[in-house]
């Protein structure tokens, strides 16, 4: 299982930014993906996730409205859609994934990705 978050970058309050996670080595079909969140100083906070059998999706209460999480099947890849990015947005965002179900605790995810850095400033 290996996992590879790209797609962050700097951008100022409205902003928009769509974060991208490469999976390769399993089937999206049995394998949950999420989306975990580390600010500066934080511990890191689970934001997202959609489940391997029939990609239903979850969000954090912080985030809800504003994220939009996907998933290519053909290409191996999940997408994270960020709009209306506010200032505590800014963190290292990874990916991560367990078996089949999603859940809410980022510490039930096995396998990380990298982690890709988010910073929201004027």
């Known amino acids: 299982v290996q996992l590879q978050a790209s797609g962050g970058g700097s951008v100022q309050p409205g902003g928009s930014l769509r974060l991208s996670c490469a999976a390769s080595g399993f089937s999206l079909d049995l394998y949950a993906i999420g989306w975990v969140r580390q600010a500066p100083g934080k511990v890191r906070e689970w934001v997202s996730c959609?489940?391997?059998?029939?990609?239903?999706?979850y969000y954090g209460d912080s985030v809800k409205g504003r994220f939009a999480i996907s998933r290519d099947k053909v290409k191996n890849m999940v997408y994270l859609q960020i709009d209306n990015l506010k200032p505590e947005d800014t963190g290292v965002y990874y990916c991560a994934a367990r078996q089949r179900v999603c859940n809410s605790d980022w510490l039930q995810y096995s396998d990380w990705g990298q982690g890709t850095l988010v910073t929201v400033s004027s």
């Open positions: 959609i489940s391997a059998r029939d990609g239903t999706t």
